[in-house]
């Protein structure tokens, strides 16, 4: 008889395995074929936190850009570069947001040839320049020379009267995120070549 209930356990534990196996299968076969239809079709899907959908939560860097009139250039740059994941990590982040009219005074082309895809590293590069770890104020950020940017370079702090500069564009309007804070800067900052 212990031998009949033995079997009978072990069959239903068979049965089980074989069930829970072919159920994994499924979705693992709809999976593949979702991805091939879309590969089929072109679409490619964002993933990461950046693209997930929050109406509730104070808008972090990334939703401040993007909600902006006058940063688009500044998005399609960071969207260009494949940041958007980074802006939206817990931070706390600071970043120094230029303006269209700041990439606008560029010289002519630049913006254009930095959206290419062969550019991509470059365009990296010089976005992440305009961001700090931190969440200090406008009048805080008077007490720096220098801060360590994102892309492991340095860039400095100038205070004239009131105004503060970093890296030589001036900080126009300061904005608090959930992840830190947007200052508005005038001028686009570039990299110092060869640091």
């Known amino acids: 008889m212990k031998t009949t209930i033995n079997l009978k356990m072990l069959v239903g534990c068979f049965c089980m395995l074989f069930f829970l196996s072919s159920c994994k299968n499924e979705t693992k076969n709809e999976t593949m074929t979702s991805q091939t239809e879309k590969a089929e079709t072109g679409e490619v899907k964002k ?3 950046a693209f997930i959908k929050d109406d509730e939560s104070t808008p972090n860097v990334l939703n401040i850009a993007i909600g902006s009139p006058d ?13 958007e994941n980074a802006l939206v990590n817990a931070g706390p982040l600071m970043v ?46 008077k007490k720096f020379k220098k801060l360590g ?43 110092p070549s060869g640091e």
């Open 96 to 141: 120094f947001a230029p303006t269209n009219a700041a990439f606008d005074a560029l010289p002519p082309g630049t913006v254009e040839d930095l959206l290419k895809p062969e550019n991509k590293n470059a365009l990296a590069n010089i976005l992440k320049h305009h961001v700090t770890p931190g969440n200090y104020s406008k009048d805080f950020l």
């Open 47 to 49: 993933q990461g936190q």
């Open 149 to 191: 940017q994102a892309n492991n370079q340095n860039t400095t702090v100038e205070v004239k009267g009131e105004d503060v500069y970093v890296g030589g564009a001036k900080i126009v309007a300061s904005i608090p995120a959930g992840n830190g804070i947007v200052h508005v800067v005038d001028k686009v900052i570039l990299p």
């Open 71 to 83: 940063h688009t250039t500044l998005v399609a740059a960071v969207q260009a570069a494949d940041l």
